[in-house]
């Protein structure tokens, strides 16, 4: 089975902070995304990456940024976090062809002070 | 307007009851999907479908394109059952994106 594992459960940082949030797949699959999850809202796209070094923005990608330097890692970066973006932050990733199975990490609760 | 809308939003049922939990979509799709996620969990993929039907013990996925609607049904439901299901689709010509709707909480109590 595909493993998806995202650093940390929960992290609490302080506003101003810049915070590093990171994404491994072991499945060699080319596509990776990062999500925010808020009650009421559902699953935000906030960047997405379909190889190594490329990267695309999602809906909400004010605030942060993404790397994506080898095709099994995906980072997202909080450059100075605000409490506004307390969320959970769920990594995913797939196959390319638009017929093929999202793997989720088990999500980075996130919360800024 | 969302691409991907589901109802209810909310559900509470009584442990044993059918239940249902509806998805509709206005864009053309390569696929579809029903996802589960638990309280304080991480999200699994239960069902990908284009058409039909497919069954996974007690859960049900079926598709109708041409009205753009699934449906995910669970027979003789279980506390265990719990759970926010959600459904997300891929769009045709964008396969590499993923379009969410907000999902379906479904309480069953004993």
């Known amino acids: 089975d595909v493993k998806v594992t995202q650093s940390s459960r929960y992290l609490v940082k302080r506003t101003g902070e810049k915070v590093f949030l990171e994404c491994v797949q072991d499945m060699d699959h080319e596509n990776m995304f990062w999500y925010r999850q808020d009650p009421g809202l559902g699953l935000r796209l906030i960047y997405f990456s379909y190889d190594v070094k490329m990267k695309e923005k999602g809906d909400i990608p004010e605030g942060y940024s993404v790397s994506r330097e080898k095709k099994e890692r995906f980072s997202l970066i909080l450059e100075s976090a605000s409490t506004n973006q307390t969320s959970m932050y769920l990594c995913?990733?797939?196959?390319?062809?638009?017929?093929?199975?999202?793997?989720f990490g088990s999500g980075t609760q996130l919360s800024v002070l | 307007k969302n691409e991907v809308e589901q109802s209810p939003q909310n559900l509470t049922a009584q442990e044993g009851e059918f239940i249902t939990i509806n998805c509709s979509y206005s864009?053309?799709?390569?696929?579809l999907h029903w996802l589960q996620q638990h309280p304080g969990g991480g999200i699994v993929s239960l069902f990908m479908l284009s058409s039909g039907k497919k069954k996974h013990g007690r859960l049900i996925a079926t598709i109708n394109i041409q009205e753009k609607h699934s449906s995910l049904h669970i027979t003789a439901s279980h506390p265990r059952d719990s759970a926010v299901y959600i459904c997300a689709v891929t769009r045709r010509n964008t396969g590499n994106q993923f379009y969410f709707g907000t999902g379906t909480s479904l309480t069953v109590i004993p």
């Open positions: 864009v053309g799709i390569s696929a």
């Open positions: 995913a990733s797939s196959l390319t062809g638009g017929y093929e199975k999202l793997f």
